[in-house]
């Protein structure tokens, strides 16, 4: 894995991180919280910050590991359709199992979660295919 | 003008076989997700579970859910297969599925982890994303083996 690589899933990372916050502990917050079923969300002086440090990184690292290896991605809105498509799928699986065994959420919460992650995996796609593409 | 016309004709012809192969690619790992899930989740672990408080009962469960997840599932490994790695093995799908199980996982039990109370610490995190790592490869496989069936 050369640095190129590494940074472009850094970059993701901290993309991810920063519009997570955005979307899920501002905009959406309200929403989310009315949707999802009591004492299963974390309050936000509880929330596992390592934790969260450490899924953005696997998610951003994921996009890279993608898009370098296999689908030679090297532009922004070539990294953003791919993203969004990759968001899509995963928003997708994630969703509809979790509705399937747990209540922790209403079938509104999982819709809003997976248009969410669209938004937010084709933006991080953007900038990982942007990073890869740069000086080339 | 025929050239082109012919050359049209074998391309789409192809883009079709492409696009079905890695359509029924896609069920066939997701009916293997779906009984790996049922075997690991639903027998081998069920007792683990069936702790949480938010968690359905086992008669309440979606099963057509479940099994519409699990499709949706070996449809991003067919997608990915086809459309990016060129990966047409059983081996070479598995190592791919491992690597795809392995990320995702860890990403999305860490996420659960850090902004909910479901997870059970790093070793709930530890045993699902080993768990994903192993269904994702076996998974993978069946993928990556279809996709280069003749």
Known sequence: ?136 | LYNFKGIYFFSLQKTKRMNSKMLIGGVLGGITLFLLGWLIYGVIFADSMAGQACMRAKDDLNIPMIAVGNIISGLLLGYIFSKWASISTFMGGAIGGAVIGLLMAAGFDCLMYGTTTMVDGMKGILIDVVISTIMYAIAGGVVGWWMGRK
């Open chain 1, 1 to 136: 894995m050369n640095s190129k690589i590494l940074v472009a899933g850094l970059i993701g990372s901290v993309a991810s991180l920063l519009l997570g916050y955005l979307f899920y502990g501002t905009l959406l917050a309200g929403m989310l919280a009315e949707a999802s079923m009591p004492g299963t969300q974390r309050a936000m002086t509880e929330i596992q910050w390592p934790f969260l440090i450490l899924s953005n990184l696997a998610s951003g690292y994921f996009i890279s590991y993608l898009f370098s290896k296999w689908a030679n991605i090297t532009t922004f809105s070539n990294g953003l359709n791919a993203g969004a498509t990759i968001g899509l799928f995963v928003g997708c699986i994630y969703n509809f199992t979790y509705y399937a065994v747990t209540n922790m959420m209403t079938l509104k919460g999982h819709l809003i979660d997976i248009v969410t992650t669209i938004v937010i995996t084709g933006i991080v796609g953007g900038l990982v295919g942007w990073w890869l593409g740069r000086g080339k």
